[in-house]
């Protein structure tokens, strides 16, 4: 007696439902940002018991914007804010947003982070979960957003899975 899984059409469907089952992502459809402006990263909002979960975030983002063609990404300045659990208030967003139209840039992108750790249990798999915004400096808008959820194998770091997952939402766009 065969098994259902020895049928190759089976085994397909049974691989497909399975890796679908590893993320979820919803964004902006058709929406495109010009790579060679000038742009920003701010520190996503840390809402996990993960400490420094935002900045790690942020320093994925900003280096996954340089692969994706943006030609200039600058640091906006240090706050002094809780580095390890102070989530990013909205009166640091709004300073954020003045200093980045003092130094010319035209995109800024922040969010928040609201996954970020190994799962408890026999594999430990690493889960993201974080919604991406970009803005319009010159006039505040926010012109693309998206969302997204990502979990690995046991075997997979966290690093990987949130550089995957933010490049599956950025891709889209910057290109």
Known sequence: MKTLLAHPVLRLMCL?????GCAVTDRVPDRSVTPDARWAVLT????TTTPMAGARAEAVA???LHTLGVKEVVRP???ARDALFDPAPAADTEAALA???SAGVRYVLTGTVDEWQYKVGVDGEPAV??????IDVEDGSTVWSGVGARTGWGRDSLAAVAQTLIKSLLAPVVR
């Open 16 to 20: 497909v439902t399975v890796l679908s």
């Open 44 to 47: 996503l909002e840390n809402t």
């Open 62 to 64: 900003r280096a996954l």
């Open 77 to 79: 300045p240090a706050t």
């Open 99 to 101: 200093w980045a139209r």
């Open 129 to 134: 979960g974080l919604a991406l915004h970009i």
